[in-house]
């Protein structure tokens, strides 16, 4: 990554929000992108609001030392806990997840009933329920805590077949079935991983990926602004994570089946503070 290259910086407690940079990498070719995995400290979705401000803003500041033109918080629970915050510390744009995913749910649900799964703190927030009905008053939103899906989903247990996965999956979603939606957003970045599952409790649900709507939403922004990098431009990606290397590389070849297409090192990030 050239000193003069500005790239774009991307957060999540973990793996999940490689659900957003999937779509980023793939929709912006060109464009230099950093991705930090707060691996160490995850899950952040059960902790107070202080705390996920405070790991929030040290995810953005190591990631400020790459000298970013815009970042994603690609966490439904730090969207939900540290999106103004850092719009208002930072001189560049700030994007979270919530609200791509909910214009996309009110664009596709026929029925308005829309459920929102999420961590317990993105759930204690009602982000992803104030946006819908401010976007479409007339739609009825089930918010759902999910608390036990990132643990899971970190120790690499995200196979549809897996037992614990089935058990999780059914407890969660019986309730959300029962109430007859159309359509489902996975407010957290992790659960896209579990979507097979999901699905399989919810039959002919639409899911949507909070990750990947905000990977669509910065990708129009970029497009044809001045931010944008040359066409000429092959995009590097680079992956740090706050814990072992190796279990974020396996985790990821696994989801992406495939091996990631960058580095990943590890960061110190208690440092910055
Ligand atoms: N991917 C994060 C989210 O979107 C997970 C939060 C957690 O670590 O609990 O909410």
């Known amino acids: ?49 202080e705390t996920i401000v405070k790991y929030a803003r040290q995810d953005a500041r ?20 540290a ?14 997840v919530v609200e791509g995913a909910s214009r996309r749910a009110v664009e596709l649900t026929r029925t308005g009933r829309v459920a929102v799964l999420a961590t317990p703190a993105t759930i204690s927030g009602h982000v992803f329920g104030k946006c819908l009905k401010n976007l479409s008053p ?11 899906f990132v643990p899971i989903v970190e120790n690499g247990r995200f196979q549809p077949e897996d037992p614990i996965v089935r058990i999780l999956t059914e407890e969660y979603l019986a309730p959300v079935r029962e109430a ?7 407010g957290c970045t992790h659960y896209p991983l579990l979507s097979e599952a999901i699905s399989r409790c919810v039959p002919g649900a639409a899911l949507i990926s909070s990750g990947a709507e905000a990977a669509k939403m910065v990708a ?35 989801y992406l089946c495939h091996p990631l297409d960058g580095d990943v090192e590890w960061v110190d990030i208690e440092k910055y503070e």
Do not use: W
């Open 1 to 49: 990554m050239g000193e003069d290259r500005r790239a774009i910086g991307v957060f999540d407690s973990g793996i999940g929000g490689l659900t957003a940079m999937r779509e980023l990498a793939a929709l912006l070719p060109h464009e230099d992108i950093v991705y930090f995995g707060d691996t160490g400290r995850v899950p952040y979705g059960t902790r107070s609001r």
């Open 62 to 81: 190591f990631l400020c030392s790459f000298h970013l033109k815009l970042l994603l918080i690609a966490c439904g629970t730090a969207s939900y806990a």
């Open 83 to 96: 999106l103004d915050t850092l719009q208002e510390e930072l001189p560049i744009p700030v994007y979270g």
């Open 138 to 148: 007339d739609v009825t939103v089930m918010e759902k805590a999910c608390p036990l």
């Open 180 to 186: 007859g939606v159309d359509t489902i957003i996975l």
């Open 220 to 254: 129009a922004s970029l497009r044809n602004s001045a931010l944008a990098a040359p066409q000429t431009h092959d995009g590097k990606r680079r992956y740090f994570v706050s814990d072992s290397v190796e279990q974020f590389r396996q985790n990821a070849g696994m």
